[in-house]
């Protein structure tokens, strides 16, 4: 992948408030390694602070402090319009929902952020999405429009989609959680292979208990700290 | 890596299918640029036509620069030139019983023609009369000129219905009468006319020409005659001029020169400008009514369109999200909004083009009487390209700026608020 060393993301000392409704420290000074081809599982009660935790690992939220290295890049202190192209080349996301624009054909929403990237030819792109598609058995429906696909086939497009810049790390929120237990089984088994054979590492942010308990570690999140 | 070319492509792909996948919701913005654009090409060409035809129609019989004996000018009382540091008062003072000549008419007529920028200078006198055919008597006026030296300035010849101007130099009594005059006293070339003069002259003349200038307060009263036939009737000797009309090659140039000549001559020299003043004041009056309500139009369009995307923005706010959490950064965000907002504008503007045109068109086709004031028979529509640019322009800086703020917003769409939301 793209940087060397094992280490693919550092946080040290993070915190972060919200001051609405009155200030409230939801991050206290949270110190996380995450390794190159680990499959990682963040879990906690709800309010812990475990997605803003992986929003502030992702790059989006930049409203925090303490330092933040992703893949060898320290990232803290730069600008949303840097940070932008960034993610574009480093981050792939998951989420619940799948967030694909509903407008656009399956084949088309996987090459967006290629597209967006701009690193390969156009047609080289369509090649590699067909890939990344086919990957997760999605080749069939390459010129549907997606809101023509079921919830489960919808999440494996979006995966796909997180996948087709060869991100260092994807990140997901409850990326099963709305899925039927045929698709989440699915859905781990795809990161399984990620992880394994492509050497991504995945923070998965999660209810599920099943599936954190099969992940390589699990960081369980109380009241803002890190606590196992 | 990242190469502009691709990014921008990606984003006009991207705002293409935005506008492709809500078609009534794009037609309906672009109709609002297009009745805007529209409304205005029609409007501004029927109005800058109108006063293109009046403008032509005054110029053409008045001229840029008029000299004459003004009789209503203040003039100072004897009282007041005896005494002038006296407190004096006089009651109702009548005017001097003052020649209209202009006294050495000839040598200012050759002064103005050696300036450069005179086109030509023709001197005339004109006399009321009555035109007499029959038992029709008719008030008008008969002007006395060098016919050749006036179809220079005024392109008489091509304003000639009947006979020919030379005719009028070989013919010492011949007249070429105007349109509505010829009319109503039921003449053609070739018959004869009993004129009277105020003084009592009379004299019989023949028609050898008829002219028609467009204008009833010409075609109806007025005849040209030479000049020594009016200085005739007018019992004048032959240095008798009371008018010297001048045409400069820039008629722009009429007012700081009309200035200069009323400095140095006893006479007065009026420009066209002052002349047709109201005229003039009407034309800017048209102007300023039909640009406001032509901007008025695409304001209103403009807010179609700002309303239009702020739906899209609104029902487009996961899109927007995701897209920035896959590493579109504000300002690819923006450039996608705003190219739908200038393709609406330009696209819009293209149609308001086609039906500002077809307006036009419609409207120089529409039978319009002028009545007896001016021989127009279709209203007279400028076709100026220039007025096509204008509505372009307008209508695509209007979209650009009502889509901005939408845009802009769309821009700073928060990526976390949305997605931890759901």
Redesign the interface.
């Known amino acids: 992948m793209k940087a060397s060393s094992a280490d693919v993301l550092k946080v040290t000392g993070v915190s972060k408030y919200f001051y609405e409704p009155e200030k409230f420290q939801v991050l206290k000074n949270i110190d996380l390694t995450v390794q190159r081809g680990e499959f990682l599982s963040l879990v906690g009660k709800s309010g812990c602070g475990k997605?803003t935790l992986m929003?502030v690992l992702?790059t989006?939220?930049t409203d925090y402090e303490g330092e933040l290295e992703i893949a060898g890049e320290r990232l803290t202190g730069k600008k949303?319009?840097e940070l932008?192209?960034?993610?574009?080349?480093h981050i792939g996301?998951v989420?619940?929902?799948h967030?694909?624009?509903?407008?656009?054909t399956v084949l088309q929403n996987v090459m967006?952020?290629a597209?967006?990237?701009?690193?390969y030819s156009r047609t080289e792109i369509e090649h590699r999405a067909v890939e990344k598609l086919k990957l997760l058995g999605m080749d069939e429906h390459v010129l549907k429009k997606t809101n023509k696909l079921s919830g489960g086939q919808q999440q494996r497009v979006a995966i796909a989609?997180a996948l087709i810049n060869d991100p260092d790390i994807i990140m997901g929120?409850e990326p099963t959680g709305n899925l039927d237990s045929y698709n989440a089984g699915l859905v781990f088994e795809t990161f399984r292979e990620l992880t394994s054979a492509y050497n991504q590492s995945i923070i998965a942010v999660t209810h599920d208990s099943e599936f954190a308990k099969r992940t390589d570690r699990v960081v369980e999140m109380s009241d803002g700290r890190i606590i196992k | 890596?990242?190469?502009p070319i691709?990014?921008f492509?990606?984003s006009l792909e991207?705002a293409r299918?935005?506008l492709v996948?809500k078609p009534k919701q794009t037609i309906i913005a672009m109709l609002g640029v297009t009745f805007g654009i529209g409304m205005f090409v029609a409007l501004v060409s029927l109005m800058t036509g109108l006063n293109n035809f009046t403008e032509e129609l005054t110029m053409t019989s008045s001229p840029d620069i008029h000299i004459y004996q003004d009789v209503t000018e203040p003039r100072l009382s004897l009282l007041e030139e005896i005494n002038p540091a006296g407190l004096n008062k006089i009651h109702h003072q009548r005017p001097k019983q003052e020649s209209a000549r202009l006294r050495g008419a000839m040598q200012i007529v050759e002064m103005l023609r050696r300036d450069p920028r005179v086109m030509g200078a023709a001197p005339f006198l004109s006399s009321q009369v009555f035109y007499n055919n029959g038992p029709v008597q008719l008030n008008g006026s008969i002007v006395g000129v060098d016919i050749l030296e006036e179809d220079k300035l005024f392109d008489l010849r091509s304003k000639l219905k009947q006979g020919r101007l030379e005719d009028l130099l070989a013919s010492r009594d011949g007249i070429i009468i105007g349109s509505g005059l010829a009319r109503k006293l039921d003449v053609t070339v070739g018959s004869r006319v009993l004129i009277t003069t105020p003084a009592g002259f009379t004299r019989m003349l023949k028609v050898i020409g008829i002219f028609q200038m467009g204008m009833g307060a010409i075609d109806n009263v007025r005849a040209y005659a030479n000049l020594a036939m009016v200085q005739t009737i007018m019992q004048q000797n032959q240095s008798f001029i009371t008018n010297i009309n001048v045409r400069l090659y820039d008629r722009y140039q009429a007012k700081p020169m009309a200035a200069d000549l009323n400095m140095n001559l006893d006479y007065k020299a009026e420009d066209w400008e002052t002349a047709n003043a109201t005229f003039l004041t009407g034309n800017k009056i048209r102007n300023i009514i039909s640009y406001s309500v032509s901007i008025t139009l695409l304001i209103v369009a403009g807010f179609g369109i700002y309303n239009i995307l702020n739906m899209t923005i609104y029902n487009k706010m996961?899109?927007i999200?995701?897209?920035?959490?896959?590493?579109?950064?504000?300002?690819?965000v923006r450039r996608i909004f705003m190219i739908q907002s200038l393709t609406i504008g330009f696209v819009g503007s293209l149609f308001g083009l086609l039906v500002g045109f077809t307006l036009s068109y419609l409207i120089s086709k529409a039978p319009f009487d002028g009545g007896d004031f001016v021989s127009l028979d279709h209203f007279p529509v400028n076709f100026d390209p220039l007025y096509y640019l204008i509505g372009t322009v307008f209508g695509v800086i209007t979209t650009a700026v009502a889509g901005y703020m939408p845009s802009r917003k769309a821009s700073k769409v928060d990526?976390?608020e949305i997605?931890?939301g759901?």
Request: glycine share 6%.
């Open positions: 997605s929003y992702s989006m939220d949303q319009n932008a192209p960034f993610r574009n080349n996301f989420f619940q929902f967030y694909l624009l509903p407008e656009f967006i952020p597209l967006k990237l701009g690193q989609r929120d | 890596m990242n190469s691709t990014a492509k990606l991207i299918v935005h996948s996961k899109d999200a995701i897209l920035k959490a896959m590493g579109f950064a504000g300002g690819d990526p976390i997605l931890r759901q």
